[in-house]
């Protein structure tokens, strides 16, 4: 290649923005989730020690959180993932529920995490548990980075939570609005209908 060929370099990561919803309202900076997310995983270390740990990511949405989550955790960590989704398109309200256990997990006699993005309704995430439980773990808890208790309908809580808000639709740090937005750095809130 010769030097009037050469492609100019990338620009750093940090200067790259990702494009934010019309109207939103950043809820929690990136400094903050990090911050968060450190809390979270010295919580989980202080419960397991250095017990090995069956982390069990709820795609899509959960998997930003895990990711981030994993790397702070110092015990042995083995990694599985469920598929579970309640929103269609460009819904902001659940419904039919759709749970996928990968076939392969195997949690007979070990601790599962399971990590997801937001705890809301709670009826994806009890699914997801109850499923779970039937395979025979030593112990069964929940992470969740956004709790929603207001939107609860299911008897279900956290064991780790990072943050909770009210009734609002947030995008962001892996949670989406029609599989958009998931790639920002913060967590914003959608004005009432949007998300265009």
Same mark, same amino acid.
């Given at each position: 290649?010769?030097?009037?060929?050469r492609? &100019?370099?990338?620009?750093?990561?940090?200067?790259?923005? /990702? %494009?934010?919803?019309?109207?939103?309202?950043?809820?929690?900076?990136?400094?903050?989730?990090?911050?968060?997310? %450190?809390?979270?995983?010295?919580?989980?270390?202080?419960?397991?020690? =250095? %017990?090995?740990?069956?982390?069990?990511?709820?795609?899509h949405?959960?998997?930003?959180?895990?990711?981030?989550?994993?790397? =702070?955790?110092?015990? !042995?960590?083995?990694?599985?993932?469920?598929?579970?989704?309640?929103?269609?398109?460009? &819904?902001?309200?659940?419904? %039919?529920?759709?749970?996928?256990? *990968?076939?392969? @997990?195997?949690?007979?006699?070990? *601790?599962?995490?399971?990590?997801?993005? +937001?705890?809301?309704?709670?009826?994806?995430?009890?699914?997801?548990?109850?499923?779970?439980?039937?395979?025979?773990?030593?112990?069964?808890?929940? &992470?969740?980075?956004?709790?929603? /208790?207001?939107r609860?309908?299911?008897? @279900? *809580?956290?064991?780790?939570?990072?943050?909770? +808000? /009210?009734?609002?639709?947030?995008?962001?740090?892996?949670?989406?609005?029609?599989e958009?937005? =998931?790639?920002?750095?913060?967590?914003? &809130?959608?004005? !009432?209908?949007?998300?265009?």
């Amino acid at each position: 290649m010769t030097a009037g060929s050469r492609r &100019a370099p990338a620009p750093p990561f940090a200067t790259l923005r /990702p %494009e934010y919803p019309p109207g939103s309202q950043t809820l929690f900076t990136g400094d903050e989730i990090r911050e968060a997310v %450190e809390r979270l995983a010295s919580e989980i270390r202080a419960v397991y020690g =250095r %017990e090995e740990l069956t982390v069990v990511a709820v795609l899509h949405g959960g998997l930003v959180f895990a990711a981030d989550l994993m790397r =702070r955790l110092d015990m !042995p960590v083995r990694l599985g993932v469920a598929l579970a989704s309640s929103y269609r398109g460009g &819904a902001t309200e659940p419904g %039919e529920l759709q749970v996928q256990m *990968h076939p392969g @997990l195997d949690v007979a006699g070990r *601790h599962v995490l399971l990590v997801d993005d +937001i705890l809301d309704t709670g009826r994806t995430l009890l699914r997801l548990r109850d499923s779970i439980r039937a395979m025979d773990p030593r112990s069964v808890r929940l &992470a969740t980075l956004v709790d929603k /208790p207001s939107r609860r309908v299911a008897p @279900l *809580h956290a064991d780790f939570t990072g943050f909770t +808000i /009210p009734d609002l639709f947030i995008v962001g740090y892996g949670l989406d609005w029609n599989e958009r937005y =998931r790639n920002l750095p913060d967590i914003v &809130a959608l004005p !009432p209908g949007g998300g265009r």
